[in-house]
């Protein structure tokens, strides 16, 4: 089967110590400075909250792109449960144009996680009563449109200066640059009719089928049928990449443990949501080239984003990045 990737991308999830999360911050800064050296073309952070990792993406990006000149800086992906779509946008817009437009905000729609625990904290009132819907979403979008606000004659007086009201700064094409986490046939539905990119990660819902690329496969064509086919839409999947050439042995046998201890998942859709889940391609670059080569999803996408685990250390993180990029990436179709 032929696989061309055009753009790769890596996903880490920004792990810090307890005790000392600056340290751990600053080793995920430098990942995405080493990862624009090495040549990738994208580098995302997740959004975790009450965890060990990002809890505002916009103010990490915006760290990153005063370290960083030319990688895409992706978010994967902020609960929009959580946030004011008007203040989401002028965080996110303020971040793009210090990273001089090169952001790529991801989102997800829904009840977001640990909302039992922190949901009160963020809404005034019963949070189960506020819309958490992808209606927040569309409304972040029109903020992000920068239309005016007000009457036609409304104007707002600041120090040296009267302009009609809008969302500040306001950079126009940053809401042709979002995209929306779909696991689902329902989410890839409106992620197309909206015109939003599209992320495709490890885990989807089997609605139709036990197989998991058979289920992301019909995902993704479904999104491009209903997406306006105008739009440059893009779709991003990801993978668990773990090569271990460069790896010493014990490190390879600790990354072995890891992918043993997630294997069992894959085996059968889990819970009553059906969701399935891709194995994790844990080996050597020959070995990992083989299966991304037997994917009948990378046949259909030029963007493939390496998700990296959770908790691993920033020296594991640079290593796996190189073999993938120097080892595996040429062989995918992307020059050294």
């Given at each position: 089967?032929?696989?061309q990737i055009s753009n790769l991308s890596f996903l880490t999830p920004g792990n810090?110590?307890?005790?000392?999360?600056?340290?751990?911050?600053?080793?995920?800064?430098?990942?995405?400075?080493?990862?624009?050296?090495?040549?990738?073309?994208?580098?995302?952070?997740?959004?975790?909250?009450?965890?060990?990792?990002?809890?505002?993406?916009?103010?990490?990006?915006?760290?990153?792109?005063?370290?960083?000149?030319?990688?895409?800086?992706?978010?994967?992906?902020?609960?929009?449960?959580?946030?004011?779509?008007?203040?989401?946008?002028?965080?996110?817009?303020?971040?793009?144009?210090?990273?001089?437009?090169?952001?790529?905000?991801?989102?997800?729609?829904?009840?977001?996680?640990?909302?039992?625990?922190?949901?009160?904290?963020?809404?005034?009132?019963?949070?189960?009563?506020?819309?958490?819907?992808?209606?927040?979403?569309?409304?972040?979008?029109?903020?992000?449109?920068?239309?005016?606000?007000?009457?036609?004659?409304?104007?707002?007086?600041?120090?040296?200066?009267?302009?009609?009201?809008?969302?500040?700064?306001?950079?126009?094409?940053?809401?042709?640059?979002?995209?929306?986490?779909?696991?689902?046939?329902?989410?890839?539905?409106?992620?197309?009719?909206?015109?939003?990119?599209?992320?495709?990660?490890?885990?989807?819902?089997?609605?139709?089928?036990?197989?998991?690329?058979?289920?992301?496969?019909?995902?993704?064509?479904?999104?491009?049928?209903?997406?306006?086919?105008?739009?440059?839409?893009?779709?991003?999947?990801?993978?668990?990449?773990?090569?271990?050439?460069?790896?010493?042995?014990?490190?390879?046998?600790?990354?072995?443990?890891?992918?043993?201890?997630?294997?069992?998942?894959?085996?059968?859709?889990?819970?009553?949501?059906?969701?399935?889940?891709?194995?994790?391609?844990?080996?050597?670059?020959?070995?990992?080239?083989?299966?991304?080569?037997?994917?009948?999803?990378?046949?259909?996408?030029?963007?493939?984003?390496?998700?990296?685990?959770?908790?691993?250390?920033?020296?594991?993180?640079?290593?796996?990045?190189?073999?993938?990029?120097?080892?595996?990436?040429?062989?995918?179709?992307?020059?050294?």
């Amino acid at each position: 089967m032929t696989v061309q990737i055009s753009n790769l991308s890596f996903l880490t999830p920004g792990n810090y110590p307890d005790d000392d999360p600056y340290s751990g911050l600053e080793d995920t800064l430098q990942l995405f400075e080493y990862g624009e050296r090495l040549g990738f073309g994208g580098a995302w952070i997740r959004q975790r909250h009450l965890e060990h990792g990002v809890g505002s993406a916009a103010v990490f990006l915006a760290a990153a792109a005063q370290r960083t000149s030319r990688i895409e800086l992706g978010t994967a992906v902020i609960p929009i449960g959580y946030e004011s779509p008007f203040r989401l946008a002028e965080d996110l817009s303020m971040a793009d144009v210090l990273s001089r437009g090169r952001l790529q905000p991801g989102f997800s729609a829904g009840t977001p996680p640990h909302a039992e625990l922190i949901g009160s904290l963020v809404f005034d009132g019963d949070w189960r009563t506020y819309d958490l819907s992808h209606g927040r979403i569309e409304r972040l979008i029109d903020n992000l449109r920068g239309d005016y606000l007000g009457a036609a004659d409304a104007v707002i007086h600041s120090p040296g200066n009267t302009q009609r009201p809008r969302l500040q700064p306001h950079n126009p094409g940053l809401v042709d640059r979002l995209w929306y986490g779909g696991g689902s046939g329902r989410s890839v539905r409106w992620a197309g009719k909206n015109g939003l990119n599209l992320l495709s990660g490890n885990i989807v819902t089997g609605e139709h089928t036990d197989d998991f690329g058979t289920a992301q496969l019909t995902l993704i064509e479904e999104y491009r049928r209903l997406v306006d086919p105008a739009r440059p839409a893009r779709v991003a999947v990801g993978r668990v990449i773990v090569p271990f050439d460069s790896a010493d042995r014990a490190t390879r046998e600790r990354y072995r443990r890891y992918a043993a201890s997630r294997h069992e998942r894959t085996l059968a859709p889990q819970g009553e949501r059906r969701i399935l889940f891709a194995p994790d391609l844990v080996g050597t670059s020959e070995e990992i080239i083989e299966r991304l080569r037997a994917d009948p999803v990378l046949a259909h996408t030029a963007e493939l984003r390496l998700e990296l685990p959770y908790e691993f250390h920033r020296e594991d993180y640079e290593q796996i990045l190189h073999d993938a990029r120097e080892l595996i990436a040429p062989a995918l179709g992307l020059p050294v």
